[in-house]
Structure formats: structure tokens, C-alpha cells
């Protein structure tokens, strides 16, 4: 069984942090590239962040660069996203997703990666 599933979500104030986790079953991660997308209400998902299966090269939406940072950890079949800074306009349902050897990570990115999990509702307000 192919299983994406995240955590981390919730609500915080503009300024803040929060850690979104996703682990990943039925899958060995190292062939796989990993990311994050995001819908926010009445907009389309958009890729945020990926990383490539094994050298570690990443790729981030402008929106977020200097902000989210993408790590992953292929022991645990997991990936993380450390979001800084938050804004409201980073309110959205966040996705993990996974794809096998994309021909780049922002190619991943930019398109529809294979697999997706449920979704991890982020809310940034006062």
C-alpha cells in the first residue's frame, strides 16, 4: 500500500513557525524525489517546495524562498518543511508528494507529481 500521510498543521499568527512532517510508506524514499504543494481557498495548488531523491538539491516557490526549508530523512521515510516568517497568504491545505526521478526537482515542482497525500490545513491570522 502507497501512503502518503502529513502532520504539523494548524493555526499561528503572522511571524511564526511551524513544522510540517509527512512520512511515507510502501515506497524505498532514495528513488524517489519528495516536495510539498499548497491550495489555498479558491486558488490552485501550487508547488512550494522538492528535493531531489539523493544529493539533496532543492527547489522553492519564490513566494517562500528565505522563509521554508525542505529537509528530508530517507532512514525514517520522512520529509519535513520548517516554515518561518508565515503570512496569511501562506494559509492553505499543504500536500506532501513524491515522484520517481523527475527529470529535475523544479520540473517536479511545477507540474503533478505522481502521489499525494491527504492535505495539512495551515492558517496564519491574528
Known amino acids: 500500500q502507497l501512503q502518503l500521510v502529513e502532520s504539523g498543521g494548524g493555526l499561528v499568527q503572522p511571524g511564526g513557525s511551524l513544522r510540517l512532517s509527512c512520512v511515507a510508506s510502501?515506497?524505498?524514499?532514495?528513488?524517489?524525489?519528495v516536495g510539498w504543494f499548497r491550495q489555498a481557498p479558491g486558488k490552485e495548488r501550487e508547488g512550494v517546495s522538492c528535493?531531489?531523491?539523493?544529493?539533496?538539491?532543492?527547489y522553492y516557490a519564490d513566494s517562500v524562498k528565505e522563509r521554508f526549508t525542505i529537509s528530508r530523512d530517507n532512514a525514517k521515510n520522512m520529509v519535513y518543511l520548517q516554515m518561518n516568517s508565515l503570512k496569511p497568504e501562506d494559509t492553505a491545505v499543504y500536500y506532501c508528494?513524491?515522484?520517481?526521478?523527475?527529470?529535475?526537482?523544479?520540473?517536479?515542482?511545477?507540474?503533478?507529481?505522481?502521489?499525494w497525500g491527504q492535505g495539512t490545513q495551515v492558517a496564519v491570522s491574528s
Open positions: 508528494v513524491l515522484d520517481y526521478r523527475p527529470p529535475t526537482i523544479q520540473t517536479m515542482c511545477t507540474t503533478v507529481p505522481a502521489y
Open positions: 510502501g515506497f524505498i524514499l532514495d528513488d524517489y524525489a
Open positions: 528535493i531531489s531523491p539523493v544529493d539533496g538539491s532543492t
